[in-house]
């Protein structure tokens, strides 16, 4: 298998990109990784950290930039370290790929190369939402600003099969993201999409879900559009980082305080591990005739290994067939 990584993505390329590459390409042998980016600088770096001499690169002399128009740049920058990334992948010569880049230009450069599965309208990217239960599902979480009915009911399927393949969610549970649990609540989209879903053969549809009861693994899978979805998981990371931020501040008010908290101290770490989107490895825009994972803009090596380790996943448990299955036509 092989996956390429898009080596100047992201607030933190090339440095911790390179390192996440090679701390993939060491742990997992079954996978060449390629990074893509300009050699002259992506070369030194894997010379100077362990498992950098398994890593190839494929040479790119163009960056695109964070605040770059994303048409505007996959039309200017065509050998892009993100342009040239994908296409290895439209071209056969790599199975995923994974960027921190830019987000427009890269749900925008891998629907123009990859093109969509058919059945399916609106590519949906997808994000695992830590939750009581090991973690649910959000799709869309901000592809899709503006949806009709029949998009959500897509993204419903979408998610379904990734929630089957990766989260080994047999006949997982699909809730709409709704303002309550009654069908008659929620706009005029979600009240369509509603009856959608109730219709819709082979999908474990268990009516609407609220936002408060997401955390709470209320089901595998939420649906809602990409409007909604990316206010939930920003919100969600804001008042995580204020949380800790709040408490780490009334711990150090007294001594019996700082004492406790250094008691304390390893079930914090490993609740905080447990809220970092870099454990997660990354969110798959599905519906594409291809694997690619879309990674945090900030993420570090450890982010950047689990985007590799879920685009593995992606391909070794065949989610494109998965979601293909579904919408081929029924004899």
Known sequence: MRIVVDGMGGDRAPEEIVRGAAEAAAEYRDVTVVLTGDEARLKPLLAAVPGG??????HASQVIETGEPPVQALRRKKDSSLVVAI????DGAADAVVSAGSTGAFMAGSLLALGRLAGIDRPALASVFPTLNGGSLLIDMGANVDCKPEHLLQFAVMGSCYAEAILGRPRPSIGLLSVGTEESKGSELVKAA?????????LNFIGNIEARDIPLGGADVIVCDGFAGNIVLKLTEGVAGALFTMLKSEFKKSLPRALAAAALRPAFVELKKKMDY?????APLLGLKGAAIKCHGSSDARAIKNGVRAARQFVAEGVLDRISRYFAPKE
């Open 87 to 90: 296409n290895l992948v439209r």
């Open 53 to 58: 001499e398994s890593v190839e690169v494929v």
């Open 278 to 282: 870099a454990e997660y490895g990354g």
């Open 194 to 202: 509603h009856q959608l879903l109730k219709e819709a053969p082979g």
